[in-house]
């Protein structure tokens, strides 16, 4: 299945896309899309539809927990500096980041004047997991979907020395369009993940390529805290990233950033650099 949070006619829904149409769900009325993940239900269809193109795609859900993983693809760990990390390297976005498919990412120039992209696999917790092994890991995900982890390169790296601020930034989670269910991915470890900016290709590469694999990054975060339903984990991104290019290449005002991941689709959203003079 394809599920999908989407508006139409002020009336935000959940629904099921099928080929160019979107499908009401039954008790999508009263239930959004981490409700329905956390009571462990998935509503049929109803007889309402609609086309694709009538319809406005939100940010699939709004999770309790972003949890994402860095430099989790060994040549990106180089081209920005760094040797592959010897564990999982966690850290945490806030949920107030999240944006819709199509909603512009902004920035402020008297905050960060080097904002950059990441296209990232992200995985949808389906049901409580502490402890989990990693041979039994995937049966605790919901679905997947596709990310960008936005990133102030300036304040991450130059100025705070930490991650948490320069990746959380409000609209520096761009989500969607779809969460696709897992018995439609033959494999979570042999999908590309592509970047376009303006149309020119900048990332290209495959989640074979990821140090931890999927199911170990469940299993690793599950030692350590509790994966709720409805939190998602940030998998990770190539190499390609406008940090790691020479001259150093970041997102300006009107760009815009098109992140896709095989199987699951193409996440697009324009850039909009504000200038407050602070």
Request: aromatic share 6%; with cysteine.
């Amino acid at each position: 299945m394809k599920l999908v949070t989407f508006t139409h006619n002020g009336r935000r829904q959940l629904g099921e896309v099928v080929g160019d149409e979107v499908y009401g769900l039954a008790s999508a009325d009263t239930m959004r899309m981490q409700d329905m993940i956390a009571r462990g239900i998935t509503p049929g269809r109803v007889s309402q539809r609609f086309r694709l193109g009538d319809v406005a795609l939100n940010a699939p859900l709004r999770p309790g927990k972003i949890i994402a993983i860095g430099r989790n693809y060994a040549e990106h760990a180089r081209e920005t500096g760094n040797e592959p990390p010897p564990r999982p390297l966690i850290f945490a976005k806030f949920p107030s980041a999240i944006i819709d498919p199509g909603a512009a990412i902004t920035w402020d120039r008297a905050v960060t004047k080097e904002v950059d992209w990441e296209s990232e696999l992200v995985v949808v917790i389906g049901k409580r997991a502490r402890h989990v092994s990693e041979e039994n890991a995937l049966q605790h995900v919901f679905g997947y979907t596709v990310g960008n982890d936005v990133s102030a390169r300036d304040l991450q790296h130059r100025t705070d020395g930490q991650w948490t601020r320069g990746k959380s930034l409000d609209t520096f989670c761009p989500l969607g369009p779809v969460i696709v269910t897992p018995d439609e991915i033959a494999d979570v470890q042999d999908l590309g993940l592509t970047t376009d900016v303006n149309d020119e290709r900048m990332q290209d590469g495959n989640t074979r390529d990821m140090i931890f694999r999927v199911a170990y990054l469940i299993h690793y975060c599950s030692q350590m805290f509790t994966l709720e339903p409805a939190d998602i984990i940030m998998t990770g991104t190539p190499s390609g990233v406008g940090e790691g290019r020479s001259p150093k290449r970041f997102l300006q005002d009107g760009d815009v950033v098109r992140c896709s991941v095989e199987g699951i689709g193409t996440l697009e959203n324009p850039c909009v650099e504000r200038d407050s003079g602070g």
